[in-house]
């Protein structure tokens, strides 16, 4: 199959007899009558035995007839998926199946679950997976019939968890809060599988777990808890979370009824009797439970007689609540906490009944300091502050620290006042202490605000270098501490930031030279702001280039050309004229002297400017002079005694530069001088110019003699 192959049924008998077939043929496998010749490629899957009749016929009976078998072999194939899965304890079968001819023989190799065995006749993996053998199993089936290559198959066996089932109860049944319940779950196996699961189980009231516990050998767990609350728990659950062969399960709800529990109450005080003003805590503990002795939840109400003091504070988790006070009056006071873990507020869960707690407190009376510890003045402004006390006798005041310039006390009626000299805002923090005999001595720490109005005092300028951080810091004086801002543009990459301390950051780096003013504002809230008209002045940076002027220029061979230098830093800002200290140059030919440049030579040339190692060009035209001489074309000639001889005439000036054909610009006489003979006029040119000519007699003449003539 999928190969070319060809037979030719051969024949006897005269005529030549043709071929017939009977019988279905392979597809992509035909029989050519005239030939005989069996031949094709076999189509995908269509491996197997063919028997047909062949058949030769020549018109001369009988036909001769042929049984005959065509075999198409072809290569085993996997048809079968390549995965299954059973059930831990439960019987599964799964068949391998392949196609081939000749019958492919099947074979596994890896190692199969317990219980799970293969049978290659059949093709059959089948069994009940043993106890332990949940898990995945890589194996590989093969099937080979000797026709090319053996086919493979990886092939994944997966074992599945056994489901199991729960069940749950409580000893007591019925409890009172606080009461110790015992919760006991049993886990065993869903039929049809068998063994006894392990691992934990979840105690659940509702959507609350209530804690865990391992499953014993017998698949029973055990919790105790004192965690129900009062009243009924129609949902207690136990959660089985599985193990390596049995799936999780939850048994179904029961109801476990809880009754509320009674409470006691005790309170004390942490000083008995105390000083007025001093300060007193109050502490509430509310148990329950017996024979055990547990702390409540709730909370409690702190009374003074009929007056609250505290409203409903919570219990903590040792069953206390505490309430701390300053503020009771001289005398006996009836204190009470009041418990209540029912109705709402609290977090009240209704677990225990009402209690209370009574004590009698008795408060003294030493001195205390009841006014402010802090006040304003302003610098330059009168100002005053009385201090207040209480107590009996009636205290004396005292102050110590430093206070500012023009402020003073007055121990006699505690009034703290003056007018605060200039410069001396800030906080001034000072200690008054009232005395009177009772208990310890009344100290206040107190902080006297000495307002200033703001003043901007850094320069009003600063300067940058492009290129380069800079960095400004603005300070300013006042009180409280100024903040700073500005209005104006700054130059790229520079910011203004107020540090909020009084001070403010110009910083940052920029390539823009040039002077920016802007307005510095500092405020603080003490009369007006303060304003500085500031400017930020950047200079341009390093030496960078050069700029010369002209850039472009003509001159006439033997003239001069002067220039100006102006120097730029990398970003193109000027530092101005810089042609005293630049050297200048010219190529390819020609001299400078300081920035005035000169050349003889007609034709482009490039004038340079260095300075510091920095350089600039500009491009000098230099044009030929005025006609000085003229050049005659040919220089020499030799011509026949009557024949005339054309000649052109270039201008040169003065430096040998060619100043263009000057021919037929003006037209005057030329003499023809014989170097023997007298001038003649015999020729017209331009300006003056020599040139020798050679005269030739004619042969006819029969002279030998030549002459030479000067043009």
Request: proline content about 5%; glycine content about 12%.
């Amino acid at each position: 199959m999928g190969t070319a192959g060809s037979f030719t049924v051969t024949a006897t008998g005269f005529p030549a007899p043709t071929f017939s077939q009977t019988g279905a043929l392979p597809s992509g496998v035909t029989l050519n009558t005239t030939t005989g010749a069996l031949s094709g490629t076999p189509a995908a899957n269509t491996g197997g035995t063919y028997p047909i009749t062949i058949t030769a016929a020549n018109g001369v009976t009988p036909n001769a007839t042929q049984s005959f078998t065509l075999t198409v072999n072809q290569a085993p194939a996997i048809t079968s998926a390549n995965n299954t899965t059973f059930t831990f304890g439960t019987a599964g079968s799964f068949t391998v199946t392949a196609t081939g001819f000749p019958v492919s023989t099947l074979s596994e190799t890896g190692a199969l679950p317990a219980g799970v065995t293969f049978t290659p006749g059949t093709g059959a993996l089948s069994g009940t997976p043993a106890l332990g053998s949940v898990g995945t199993y890589p194996i590989s089936f093969k099937a080979a019939n000797g026709v090319g290559s053996d086919a493979t198959q990886s092939f994944t066996l997966t074992v599945n968890k056994a489901d199991s089932t729960t069940t749950v109860s409580a000893t007591p049944s019925s409890s009172t809060y606080g009461q110790s319940v015992t919760l006991t779950a049993t886990v065993v196996a869903k039929s049809p599988a068998t063994g006894t699961p392990t691992g934990t189980v979840t105690f659940m009231d509702g959507a609350t777990t209530l804690g865990t516990a391992p499953l014993n050998g017998s698949g029973v767990a055990t919790f105790p808890t004192m965690a129900l609350s009062a009243g009924s728990h129609n949902a207690i659950t136990a959660v089985y979370g599985s193990d390596g062969n049995f799936n999780g399960s939850t048994s179904p709800a029961f109801s476990q009824s809880v009754s509320m529990a009674d409470s006691s109450t005790t309170l004390i005080s942490s000083v008995n009797p105390s000083l007025f003003g001093q300060s007193v805590t109050f502490t509430a503990t509310v148990t329950y439970g017996s024979p055990a002795i547990l702390a409540a939840s709730g909370c409690v109400t702190f009374m003074d007689g009929v007056t609250t003091l505290a409203s409903n504070v919570m219990l903590n988790a040792s069953g206390q609540a505490a309430f701390i006070t300053t503020t009771l009056t001289t005398g006996s006071h009836a204190i009470q906490a009041n418990f209540k873990d029912q109705g709402a507020g609290c977090n009240a869960d209704n677990n225990l009944k009402n209690s209370n707690g009574n004590v009698t407190q008795v408060v003294n009376q030493p001195p205390a300091i009841t006014s402010a510890n802090t006040t304003t003045f302003t610098v330059g402004a009168a100002g005053s502050f009385t201090v207040t006390t209480t107590g009996f006798p009636a205290p004396t005041l005292s102050e110590t620290g430093a206070l500012p310039s023009g402020v003073t006390f007055n121990a006699s009626t505690g009034v703290l006042s003056g007018s605060p000299a200039a410069g001396t805002g800030g906080a001034y923090a000072i200690t008054f202490t009232a005395a009177n005999g009772i208990g310890t001595n009344a100290t206040q720490n107190f902080t006297l605000n000495v307002n200033q109005t703001s003043a901007i005092t850094s320069a009003n300028s600063t300067t940058f270098t492009a290129g380069t951080l800079g960095s400004f810091t603005v300070t300013t004086t006042g009180f409280p501490k100024p903040s700073l801002t500005k209005s104006g543009s700054l130059p790229s990459g520079v910011s203004f930031t107020d540090n909020g301390n009084g001070t403010a950051s110009l910083s940052g780096t920029t390539t823009s030279a040039g002077s920016f003013p802007i307005t510095i504002t500092a405020h603080n809230g003490v009369g007006g702001d303060a304003t500085q008209t500031f400017t930020l002045t950047v200079n341009a940076g390093a030496l960078d280039h050069l700029m010369l002027n002209p850039a472009s220029a003509s001159i006439f061979a033997g003239g001069s050309q002067s220039y100006t230098a102006t120097g730029f830093d990398q970003y193109n800002n000027s530092l101005g004229f810089v042609t005293g200290t630049t050297t200048f140059s010219i190529a390819p030919d020609g001299s400078c002297t300081l920035n005035s440049c000169s050349a003889t030579v007609a034709g482009g040339h490039t004038v340079t400017g260095t300075n510091s190692g920095k350089m600039g060009t500009a491009s000098l035209t230099v044009n030929a002079g005025p006609t000085a001489t003229l050049a005659l074309s040919p220089a020499s000639a030799t011509i026949a005694a009557g024949i005339s001889q054309p000649y052109t005439a270039q201008g040169v000036d003065a430096y040998s530069n060619l100043t263009g054909d000057v021919t037929s610009v003006e037209a005057t006489t030329s003499a023809v001088t014989n170097l023997r003979d007298r001038p003649r006029s015999d020729c017209i040119s331009g300006s003056s110019g020599t040139v020798s000519s050679e005269l030739v007699p004619t042969p006819a003449r029969g002279r030998g003699r030549q002459r030479h003539h000067r043009i």
